[in-house]
């Protein structure tokens, strides 16, 4: 696939991100803008910009990540998931464009071991649910420009609105995370926010 177009967007997402996972938080940055990211906490979920000095100390554990899909809560707190790997497929408008190829949750629950008999049992449907989520075909995404409108409606639209933070140009009537990425858009993480549209790119 490969559409051009004379117009540049003027706003872009991180395309490669940093995993750091402490025993109390997750610390999300960008690689190429590493003042910018933010924290999660694994024992409620609160998601906090980051401090100056935030992530600089030592983690167990440091990953690459290639966005943040959302977060979803369910009895325990909340789960936030990210994609782990994805194909370069081709470009749109000139921007490359992806398909994601694995995904994970990363599990802020610490507050599991003070749920009930029947509450655990519902978590653990749950999560067997959230794995179904991880494994969901055909999702695609650009970093520089939305992808779920067509050129048509894009020739229609106002001047400046490429650029506008990716997920405010999207068509949420296709974008397949919308809901998951409520609590991103609460607090205004613009260039984490990648909206996923699901089909197929020939």
């Known amino acids: 696939m490969e559409i051009q177009s004379d117009s540049t967007s003027n706003f872009k997402l991180w395309n490669e991100l940093e995993l750091h996972e402490f025993p109390n938080k997750f610390v999300i940055k960008s690689i190429e803008s590493p003042d910018q990211g933010f924290s999660i906490s694994r024992f409620d979920g609160n998601i906090n910009k980051l401090d100056d000095d935030e992530g600089s100390g030592s983690s ?4 690459t990540l ?3 899909a959302g977060t979803i809560r369910l009895l325990a707190g909340t789960h936030l998931l990210v994609i782990t790997s994805r194909k370069d497929v081709g470009t749109y408008l000139g921007f490359p464009v992806f398909r994601v190829t694995s995904m994970k949750f990363l599990s802020c629950n ?6 009930t008999s029947q509450e655990k049992k519902d978590e653990a449907y749950f999560m067997t649910l959230l794995k179904i989520v991880e494994s969901t075909p055909g999702l695609y995404y650009s970093y520089g420009t939305d992808i779920t409108l067509n050129l048509q409606r894009r020739f229609k ?14 068509d949420p009537r296709f974008v397949w995370n919308r809901n998951l990425l409520e609590e991103l858009i609460e607090n205004k993480l613009d260039k984490f926010i990648i909206p996923l549209l699901q089909g197929n790119i020939l």
Do not use: H
């Open 60 to 63: 167990s554990k440091v990953s």
């Open 66 to 68: 290639y966005g943040i």
């Open 110 to 115: 610490e507050a599991s071991r003070f749920l």
């Open 157 to 170: 639209l106002a001047e400046g609105w490429m650029s506008r933070p990716v997920w405010k140009q999207a």
